[in-house]
């Protein structure tokens, strides 16, 4: 295919963003896609740095993720955690006992001075993905939720209160201060790009903190090739997490509209879902749409949405 | 047995004092035995603080250390370590699983701005152990020492080079800024306290650290209860670790006579090996002598020499 020699750029959170992101890096040769993700769900926990998305990602690509789960590692030990139970530490998030050895290998270099891109580098490599994964930011960026009450952080929200409370807002605690990371300027800024995908990620806590960062919005808007995003919405109900019961705290309404909307001038096409196909011709008035099977349970399947991304891309592209 | 209500003070390092330690963890009740801990060995590994000696001495009174070995956890798993080296991690430093989980919950309770006495503390009291084990400073204080061609760390010269170099030197980075534990310091203050124990543990490695420490000679020196030191060496031999090889490189007769002169001024009593008994009447001129069995391969043996030691200390108390 001829696409695969272009260059492309994926935007992605966790597990719904890193289906799609496995299905480009098996169509796209490695050197031609960059996959940068989320680092607002990062959290400091017994002591190591946890970036959930990160590490979906890598797990995912390297082919040792738990599958089922769609994080964590496949075949997972957890002698560490049922003896840190023991000594009366933290258990509620669950860090397997491989998992736990990437993230004494990212404190240790982490210590030595390299930043988040240079160890995700390092570790991405050593997991034979040849793909390049660049966290958004090498600075700490926190998301946090505005609950009933106060603040709440991401993790607290996510996993200890498993998305109950009601949310209110969200904010990207440290975004005005944060560099975007160079890979993530560099991938925007490259001649040779030939589109971006965002990835079907929950658009609030997973994309929304990589547009947030300085210079991204900007040079998303002024790019001459595509920008397409794929919606997480599938018949007015999000295929995974709390897209869809956060759209609906934040008061709107669970469709392919209030996408549209939510991306409105940033992306030139959306990707909707095939169910969804009734609302494509009226979506069309504001901007490209493609309808596709979306949703990915199967290697084929994320291959095959990959495919039509980069079909979409390429019957937008002006200069083709 | 009468010397079970008053206080004890022991001193001491990892494997050779600890077994003394969990002696006289078995005679005196708690509240009346406080064991304070070399902290030169520590090091920053994997982004974990490793607390070799504290670690040590806690797994021995806890009753799950590695008994053949004398450190580390008795039947450790080793899943975290097989993958870091699978992600191009360290490996040299073996740490099981169950070792790790106790590293984790202390790096996250330091992080939560407790000290490393606080901290330890917490985790012997999860792990059922009833008597005090402090660390000598909650500063760190990092043992180096000479060797041909430069500085080494304590743990690469010990671990990484199993003691081959010839040592020239050795020093305590940090000890002149360091203060003196408030456990440490109490302890030799306590109105009620009755002897000091310096256990065979390495002079130079494990104890001088802790009298090098501000004012803690100075105390020692003064104090009105007997101090008194059980001899590492037998028969001209360390039992165990780099002791004998040491101090001939330091130009020290490997005997009983080297060790009373490096303690000199400092202890009123040595207790040394029967093997060792024919050099008692000599050292006899200089400081007060005990023999017994210094070999410690079982608890019986344990208890007997803790037991000896306090025996020892009552002979010696002017008061009594």
Known sequence: MS???????ALCGGVGGAKLALGLSRVLE????????NTGDDFEHLGLLICPDIDT??????GVVE?????????????????VERLGGETWFRLGDKDIALHLVRRSLLAQGLSLSEVTARITRSLAIDHAIIPMSDDPIRTEVVVDGGVMSFQHYFVKKR??????????DGVEKAKTSSGFIGALND????????C?????????PLLALPGVSELLRTLSVPVVA???????RAIKGPTAKIMQELDMPVTQEAIADHYQGLVSGLMIDSVDKATASELNKRLAVHTSDTVMTNTTQKVALANQCLAFIDSLDKSS
Chains 1, 2 share one sequence.
């Not at 990602?57 to 390297?62: D, I």
């Not at 079907?200 to 929304?208: M, R």
């Open 3 to 9: 696409q695969n020699k272009k260059k492309y750029l």
């Open 30 to 37: 490695p050197g031609c896609l960059t996959i940068v993700v």
């Open 230 to 236: 794929v919606s997480p919405i599938v018949g007015g």
């Open 57 to 62: 990602v890598t797990y995912t690509l390297s």
């Open 67 to 83: 599958s089922r789960q769609g994080w964590g590692r496949a075949d997972e030990s957890w002698n560490v955690l049922d003896q």
């Open 191 to 198: 001649k040779e790009l030939a589109g971006v995908i965002i």
């Open 200 to 208: 079907p990620s929950n658009p609030f806590l997973s994309i929304d």
């Open 163 to 172: 998305c109950q409370p009601r949310i209110f807002g969200i904010r990207y």
